[in-house]
């Protein structure tokens, strides 16, 4: 696809830095993209986005398509220019948020039939339908409708779903019409290793520009998620972007750009960062607590967001106490830079050789996970990298 490619620019170990051409621009990975539901980074204006360093951000198909819909967001020149955002857009197919509607959708073989969420409406997704939404809407990458395992599930539940997910792939593939759009399927498998080496290897089969990862960060464990990314990267393309769905804790991060991954969304930072929960080089700043009341200090002295460079601790913490909105705009610019500059400095370590140790030493200070945790997801790392080595 000419409007489309993905050039290796540096492995070290599983790691990888990378550029990523579309339509409207170029994104240098690894890359975490915000996220912008319905049209919006919540709080923030597109400019804002765009001055911390964000090369790309998520909307979702599912929020979009009931409101405003499709076909007025197309009326309007497409999403780019309707929420005015000049970087690549990447639309989710609106595959998880129909099937987080639990007991309000029903699946077949041909689709989804559910009820919205707001007024309670029917209406029904289909792989072919999916696609024409996310072609109105214009967005630089796209992806295939899959289902979504519920977890946890018995085996036999995760591998229908993944199958039912190959099948509507292929249905996606011949409802695209669009040129300068990359369709990105989706390895599905839930936490079941035959069922992740499968869906990886059929997916890297197909004739597609990139590939999604799926069914992940859930609710497992954190070393569940980590081994299932084991089980899946090693099959896919060297020569395509690979995109972790979903994941946007700062420890996943670094621990799946070491497995292999190009690409991140969540809605994490900005959901913690309204709720006065603020990233620091050594976990997180509940910045409601009192010992922070007289504080003059940035939240982090190391950042170099707007929000740490002028504002201190203090001050944020009054904005929060007296509910002003101002409050939350700039804890979601700081958590998003914060996240933004963890991926511009896993980069720089990819190309240097030196992103074990890096990683190493970011996470010994960041306490999120406990430790020993951190140490056996290690060890099994380099002990899967070992065997590899070996059987080639």
């Given at each position: 696809?000419?409007n489309?490619?993905?050039?290796?620019?540096?492995?070290?170990?599983?790691?990888?830095?990378?550029?990523?051409?579309?339509?409207?621009?170029?994104?240098?990975?690894?890359?975490?993209?915000?996220?912008?539901?319905?049209?919006?980074?919540k709080?923030?204006?597109?400019?804002?986005v765009?001055?911390?360093?964000?090369?790309?951000?998520?909307s979702?198909?599912?929020?979009?398509?009931?409101r405003?819909?499709?076909d007025?967001?197309?009326?309007?020149?497409?999403?780019?220019?309707?929420m005015?955002?000049s970087?690549?857009?990447?639309?989710?197919?609106?595959g998880?948020?129909?099937?987080s509607?639990?007991?309000?959708?029903?699946i077949?073989?041909?689709g989804?039939?559910?009820?919205?969420?707001?007024?309670?409406?029917?209406?029904?997704?289909?792989?072919?339908?999916?696609?024409?939404?996310?072609?109105?809407?214009?967005?630089?990458?796209?992806?295939?409708?899959?289902?979504?395992?519920?977890?946890?599930?018995?085996?036999?539940?995760?591998?229908?779903?993944?199958?039912?997910?190959?099948?509507?792939?292929?249905?996606?593939?011949?409802?695209?019409?669009?040129e300068?759009?990359?369709?990105?399927?989706?390895?599905?498998?839930?936490?079941?290793?035959?069922?992740?080496?499968?869906?990886?290897?059929?997916i890297?089969?197909?004739?597609i520009?990139?590939?999604?990862i799926?069914?992940?960060?859930?609710?497992?464990?954190?070393?569940?998620?980590?081994?299932?990314?084991?089980?899946?990267?090693?099959?896919?393309?060297?020569?395509?972007?690979?995109?972790?769905?979903?994941?946007?804790?700062?420890?996943?991060l670094?621990?799946?750009?070491a497995?292999?991954?190009?690409?991140?969304?969540?809605?994490?930072?900005?959901?913690l960062?309204?709720?006065?929960?603020?990233?620091?080089?050594?976990?997180?700043?509940?910045?409601?607590?009192?010992k922070?009341?007289?504080?003059?200090?940035?939240?982090?002295?190391?950042?170099?967001?707007?929000?740490?460079?002028r504002?201190?601790?203090?001050?944020?913490?009054h904005?929060?106490?007296?509910?002003?909105?101002?409050?939350l705009?700039l804890?979601?610019?700081?958590?998003?830079?914060?996240?933004?500059?963890?991926?511009?400095?896993?980069?720089?370590?990819?190309?240097?050789?030196?992103?074990?140790?890096?990683?190493?030493?970011?996470?010994?200070?960041?306490?999120?996970i406990?430790?020993?945790?951190?140490?056996?997801s290690r060890?099994?790392?380099?002990?899967?990298?070992?065997?590899?080595?070996?059987?080639?």
């Open positions: 696809m000419n489309f490619t993905y050039t290796l620019e540096h492995s070290d170990g599983e790691a990888r830095a990378g550029q990523l051409s579309t339509p409207h621009g170029t994104i240098q990975t690894p890359v975490f993209m915000p996220v912008g539901t319905q049209a919006t980074v709080t923030l204006d597109p400019l804002e765009e001055a911390i360093g964000s090369q790309i951000i998520l979702n198909t599912y929020h979009l398509y009931l405003p819909s499709a007025l967001v197309a009326e309007m020149g497409g999403l780019h220019r309707f005015q955002w970087k690549p857009i990447l639309t989710d197919s609106g998880f948020q129909v099937f509607l639990g007991p309000h959708s029903k077949d073989e041909d989804v039939t559910f009820k919205s969420h707001i007024d309670g409406s029917k209406h029904r997704f289909t792989p072919e339908s999916a696609i024409g939404i996310q072609e109105k809407l214009g967005a630089d990458i796209i992806m295939a409708f899959d289902e979504c395992a519920p977890q946890p599930t018995t085996h036999a539940y995760t591998k229908a779903a993944m199958e039912r997910t190959h099948r509507w792939l292929l249905r996606c593939i011949a409802a695209k019409t669009r300068d759009q990359a369709l990105f399927g989706i390895v599905q498998g839930g936490v079941e290793a035959d069922l992740r080496r499968e869906s990886a290897r059929f890297a089969q197909q004739d520009p990139g590939v999604g799926g069914g992940l960060s859930v609710g497992e464990p954190k070393e569940q998620m980590y081994g299932m990314l084991e089980e899946t990267t090693p099959l896919l393309p060297r020569n395509k972007p690979r995109y972790l769905m979903g994941v946007g804790s700062p420890e996943d670094l621990e799946g750009v497995r292999g991954v190009d690409m991140f969304d969540c809605v994490l930072p900005t959901r960062g309204r709720n006065g929960a603020l990233f620091i080089p050594e976990g997180r700043l509940n910045i409601g607590n009192a922070y009341a007289r504080e003059d200090a940035p939240i982090d002295a190391t950042c170099d967001c707007s929000t740490c460079q504002f201190s601790r203090a001050y944020l913490r904005l929060f106490r007296t509910e002003e909105v101002l409050g705009r804890a979601t610019l700081h958590n998003l830079r914060f996240l933004i500059r963890l991926m511009e400095q896993a980069r720089e370590a990819i190309l240097q050789d030196r992103y074990q140790s890096f990683m190493d030493d970011w996470l010994s200070r960041f306490q999120t406990p430790h020993a945790v951190r140490e056996a060890a099994a790392r380099l002990n899967s990298l070992r065997t590899q080595g070996e059987k080639a």
